[in-house]
């Protein structure tokens, strides 16, 4: 019998529910809840923090507006259009932490990396923010594949895909790489350096690895291929491959089972995983929370879901942007801090004007 807890579709109550329930408790009734509805082909949207240890899923006909948006690709429950007017009264000042402190971290990582501890470790850091938008606008106005506000906590508007299922296709889209679109003959420099490379490479045999787990065949559709990311303040490009896999036969919808199976993301810890978990939590010293977890929906014929990476999150009244990268044993500690720094951004340039 499918778990009570999948009957509350209010964030609120559902939070509640977990502060009574061990954490293995909480993830296998998410399982569940997921496997449920995906075999009775009720649509649901639902967040993964990087932890596992505050799973949260809706119903679709329970999300409460006034509580949580969400814009998946497209599969959204925004009802409004919005069309780009000049924007007038926009400011956003970021405060990273200190090359120093950073330094140490990166120094951190490096020496597990150099003691065979790992073979890539994604660093991760929170950096200040100030804007004279709330959360909710931020939402509204990003031009970015993935969206999700949860009102009072966070804004996500993410561009790397996590996995996508259609009929029994399962593929993932790790993004791994990013370089400012003026620098000189960029796409060219990212696409030769060594380091990136060998970075992404290790990144694609770990996804791979993951999705041979729940598919009977994996293949490498696309290899480092590049997108452009335009921000309030310049134009990024980012490195990503496709992997791609066909479920079994008999899969059935097992959503929650199979996301048990492939968290936390590749892209967004590293490689190996249960050693490199480790060094993350030793050399970054604070909670991400959803933070590079994960969120999506099920529309109840296709399964779609997202890195929760380009994350501002509240912090008692103050605003807090998570960004990071992959380090290896190659990296330059500089050019890792202006990547995070560079991560930093709001995903448009122009304020809308909402269309009813």
């Known amino acids: 019998m499918v778990s009570e807890l999948c009957k509350f579709g209010n964030c609120s109550k559902y939070l509640l529910q977990l502060l009574f329930f061990p954490l293995a408790n909480t993830l296998q009734n998410f399982s569940k809840c997921l496997n449920d509805w995906g075999k009775r082909k009720i649509p649901f949207i639902f967040l993964i923090d990087f932890l596992l240890q505050k799973p949260i899923a809706w119903r679709l006909d329970e999300v409460e507006v006034s509580e949580i948006l969400f814009d998946f690709n497209g599969f959204t429950n925004q ?3 919005v069309q780009s007017e000049p924007l007038t009264d926009f400011s956003f000042q970021k405060s990273p932490v200190s090359f120093e402190a950073y330094e140490h971290k990166f120094n951190q990582v490096v020496s597990h990396l150099k003691a065979g501890n790992s073979f890539l470790v994604n660093l991760s850091v929170p950096t200040s923010i100030k804007t004279n ?13 993935y969206r999700f ?4 906590q966070f804004v996500c508007f993410s561009p790397e895909i996590f996995i996508k299922i259609k009929g029994n296709s399962i593929s993932s889209f790790p993004m791994k790489g990013t370089i400012d679109a003026s620098f000189p003959d960029a796409e060219r420099v990212i696409l030769s350096d060594a380091k990136e490379a060998a970075e992404h490479a ?6 791979r690895n ?3 787990m729940v598919a009977d065949k994996v293949w490498v559709e696309r290899y480092r291929y590049i997108e452009p990311v ?3 303040q310049k134009t990024l490009l980012q490195v990503s491959s496709e992997i791609a896999g066909l479920l079994p036969e008999d899969f059935d919808g097992e959503f929650g089972d199979l996301l048990l199976k492939l968290l936390p993301a590749g892209s967004i810890s590293g490689a ?3 050693s490199t978990l480790k060094i993350i939590k030793e050399a970054e010293g604070y909670e991400r929370g959803y933070y590079t977890g994960v969120m999506g929906y099920f529309d109840g014929e296709n399964f779609e879901s997202a890195v929760m990476i380009r994350y501002i999150e509240n912090q008692n009244g103050k605003l807090v942007f998570k960004s990071g990268g992959g380090i290896t044993a190659r990296s330059n500690a500089h050019s890792e801090y202006q990547e995070l720094i560079d991560k930093v951004y709001l995903p448009f340039a122009h304020v809308p004007s909402v269309v009813l």
């Open 149 to 152: 506000w949860l009102k009072d």
């Open 79 to 81: 009802k409004t259009k």
């Open 272 to 274: 190996p995983k249960p």
């Open 210 to 212: 993951d999705i041979s």
């Open 133 to 145: 938008l709330s959360l909710k606008h931020i939402f509204e106005l990003s031009k970015a594949p």
């Open 202 to 207: 290790t990144i694609v045999d770990l996804i």
């Open 230 to 232: 335009k921000t309030n």
